[in-house]
């Protein structure tokens, strides 16, 4: 079956540039989440669409936005990159439709700023 | 966001099972018990749910205290590719993402 696409798996920046991760959910999925993890952390909770539209924010930096586009899919865009930034960024997908529904989790883009 | 509490490692020998507990007290009637498990540098992994009955399913089952107050895990043959953090999570469904607290890490042992 089709699983959370999302690219690029790896990516290296310089401090103060700006960096795009891109995510494709499962087919039919409507609903899109972001997830920072850092070495040694636990994933946190970035931000969420449904829809098109934000539907929960986590604790998202000011520099970084997404957006969720027609085909569903969505982006992270992140600005003004730090060394802090360096984490694994996953996005995950579910279809809202009911409650107790599955949310699946896609491989992750690694992220390194140097 | 209801807590949950869990033990912060565990071990087991391969091939035997595994009981993995978790405490929320805390918990509300529209709560789904989630549990995810993640390997090193993957993505979370989704293992079981339920709301207030015992669930089965290929990789897991869910044993679901009757007040609801505490759940546990059960691996019912652990294999070293069960070595994970595994991760108890309420969430009230819809679209509300899931957060993750500190986890359980197994260890099995050949």
């Known amino acids: 079956a089709a699983g959370v696409i999302q690219s690029p798996r790896h990516l290296i920046k310089e401090k103060r540039e700006t960096a795009t991760l891109k995510c494709y959910p499962i087919p039919r999925h409507d609903t899109v989440y972001w997830y920072q993890q850092g070495p040694g952390q636990d994933p946190q909770f970035l931000i969420s669409?449904?829809?098109?539209?934000?539907?929960d924010k986590g604790s998202i930096p000011d520099r970084f936005s997404a957006q969720q586009f027609s085909d569903y899919h969505s982006e992270l865009n992140m600005s003004s990159l730090e060394l802090g930034d360096s984490a694994l960024y996953f996005c995950?997908?579910?279809?809202?439709?009911?409650?107790?529904?599955?949310?699946?989790f896609g491989e992750g883009s690694w992220l390194t700023v140097v | 966001d209801a807590k949950t509490t869990q033990p912060n490692s565990m071990e087991s020998n391969e091939e035997e099972p595994v009981h993995l507990p978790c405490n929320h007290s805390t918990i509300s009637g529209t709560d789904y018990i989630h549990w995810y498990r993640q390997l090193p540098s993957q993505g979370p992994e989704y293992v079981i749910h339920?709301?207030?009955s015992n669930v089965n399913n290929r990789m897991a089952s869910l044993a679901i205290a009757e007040d609801r107050k505490s759940s546990t895990l059960i691996l019912h043959r652990a294999t070293l590719r069960d070595a994970a953090v595994y991760y108890c999570i309420l969430r009230d469904g819809g679209n509300t993402p899931l957060v993750f607290g500190k986890g359980t890490r197994l260890s099995v042992i050949a």
């Open positions: 339920g709301l207030t």
């Open positions: 995950a997908s579910s279809f809202k439709i009911r409650a107790g529904n599955t949310i699946y």
């Open positions: 669409f449904y829809e098109k539209m934000q539907s």
